[in-house]
């Protein structure tokens, strides 16, 4: 038979590590609390800064304004679905979309009369346009492919191709710079046409998409965004964008309000700093002078 008493004997012992495992498990759990329940948290003395502590320069916030001025307006085909508006020499070089319908035309802005058009076979969408010297740059919208014309008689004269959509087109003297519909911008070579450049616009630290119809005005990318009558303002060299203009009231002096679609056209008159503005289906285009905020 057992010995009793020498069971009690052995209870001691074994009481006595349970005591001391409970007190270091209470001392752990204690030391984990403290700490955040995190034993690999950095203190927050050596924590480096976050974004919301220092200035990040893609969230600078842009300004906003819509004050502009009106100088004039002139008369424009409304059947025309514009997507691309150019000013030189005192003319309007325009691209017109919709298959079947598109076409590239030259225009005197003051009576919207049309001096000069090419038009675009069947399979072709035309997009946005730009002219480099005596050549006009016209994209098409899904076929990848470009063509480029005669600035004087609107003669093709040659073709090139791209990978992605052709949308808004505009130029900085030396290269092409391309939307396609998203928030980046593609800047090509007019001679070889290989991009040499990919620029993603963000605004407040937001990418830009719906970028569309394009116009490069000192030293600065005015571009369109689709489905809007808004016109940001991007920084050729860092994407982001500095400004919106908001130009929605013009819908107001629209004398065919109900057929319009939304403002696409943006060319740039020089000699008067003043923007030509129109759109998809405007019955007007508009000559407006931005705010003292802006050229």
Same mark, same amino acid.
């Given at each position: 038979?057992?010995?009793?008493? &020498? ?50 320069? =893609? ?10 001025? @009106? ?21 309007? #070089? $325009? ?41 006009? #740059? *016209? ?5 990848? *492919?470009?063509?480029? #014309? %005669? ?16 949308? &808004? /087109? ?18 090509? +070579?007019?001679? +070889? ?14 990418? @830009? ?7 490069? @005005?000192? %030293? ?12 940001? @303002?991007?920084?050729? =060299?860092? %994407? ?6 908001? /130009?929605? *009231?013009?819908? *107001?002096? /629209?004398? /065919?309000?109900?057929?319009? &679609?939304?403002?696409? &056209? ?9 923007? !030509? ?5 405007? +019955?007007?285009?508009? $000559?407006?002078? !931005? ?5």
């Amino acid at each position: 038979m057992r010995n009793p008493r &020498g069971r009690r004997k052995n209870r001691v012992p074994n009481l006595l590590i349970f005591l001391f495992f409970s007190l270091f498990l209470l001392s752990s759990c204690s030391e984990t609390q403290n700490s955040g329940g995190n034993p690999d948290k950095t203190p927050a003395s050596d924590r480096l800064p976050s974004h919301t502590e220092t200035e990040d320069p =893609e969230k600078k916030t842009s300004k906003s304004q819509d004050s502009f001025t @009106v100088l004039n307006s002139f008369p424009h085909d409304p059947t025309a679905f514009t997507q691309g508006l150019v000013y030189r020499d005192g003319l309007l #070089y $325009e691209s017109t979309g919709l298959y079947g319908k598109s076409s590239l035309r030259k225009t005197d802005p003051a009576s919207g009369k049309t001096l000069a058009k090419t038009d675009l076979p069947r399979e072709f969408f035309g997009e946005g346009l730009t002219i480099i010297g005596d050549s006009i #740059y *016209q994209l098409t919208w899904k076929s990848g *492919q470009g063509f480029i #014309y %005669g600035k004087e008689n609107l003669k093709r004269k040659g073709s090139f191709t791209y990978s992605t959509e052709g949308w &808004g /087109l505009t130029d900085d003297g030396t290269r092409l710079i391309m939307s396609d519909g998203t928030e980046k911008l593609y800047f090509l +070579s007019p001679e +070889s046409f290989e991009v040499a450049k990919v620029l993603s616009v963000k605004e407040n630290g937001a990418a @830009v998409p719906r970028l569309n119809e394009l116009e490069y @005005v000192e %030293g600065k990318i005015y571009c369109n965004i689709w489905h809007s009558d808004d016109i940001v @303002v991007v920084d050729p =060299e860092s %994407g982001i964008v500095e400004r919106r203009i908001k /130009l929605g *009231q013009l819908r *107001q002096r /629209l004398s /065919l309000a109900n057929e319009a &679609g939304v403002l696409n &056209g943006i060319a740039w008159k020089p000699s008067s700093r003043t923007f !030509l503005i129109t759109g998809k289906n405007w +019955s007007e285009v508009f $000559e407006i002078k !931005l705010g003292s905020a802006f050229p």
